[in-house]
């Protein structure tokens, strides 16, 4: 079992910045995948990008990408979303979600994922 804890969302201004935090505690954090979510209302969960256990490579969904970074720190059990640049067009709720499975392509579909944060409300104003 894995609980993952999300904390930092706000509202912020088009242009800001906002970073984004989740604890996770149970089982080993470093041999699982962690993943960053959003859905905003009236639409599905979108992938915003997902950081490998390993090696903590990264991928990002292309509308993220160059703006948001992930990082972790397996020492606190932590993975952070740090948003730059941030547009209207992101706000949404934003969750955090790990996989015990072996990282793949599908790291940007949710089903990959065990186990989801409770989820921080993103808002950017024009």
């Known amino acids: 079992q894995v609980q993952l804890v999300e904390s930092g969302g706000g509202l912020v201004q088009a242009g800001g910045s906002l970073r984004l935090s989740c604890e996770a505690s149970?089982?080993?954090?470093?041999?699982?995948?962690m993943g960053w979510f959003r859905q905003a209302p009236g639409k599905e969960r979108e992938f915003v990008g997902a950081?490998?256990?390993?090696?903590?490579?990264?991928v990002y969904a292309d509308s993220v990408k160059g703006r948001f970074t992930i990082f972790r720190d397996n020492a606190k059990h932590m993975v952070t979303l740090d948003m730059d640049y941030l547009k209207p067009e992101d706000t949404a709720v934003y969750y955090c979600a790990a996989a015990v499975t072996k990282w793949s392509p599908s790291v940007v579909s949710p089903v990959f994922y065990d186990y989801w944060g409770q989820g921080t409300q993103v808002t950017v104003s024009s």
């Open positions: 149970g089982r080993t954090f470093s041999s699982v995948t």
């Open positions: 950081i490998r256990w390993g090696d903590s490579s990264t």
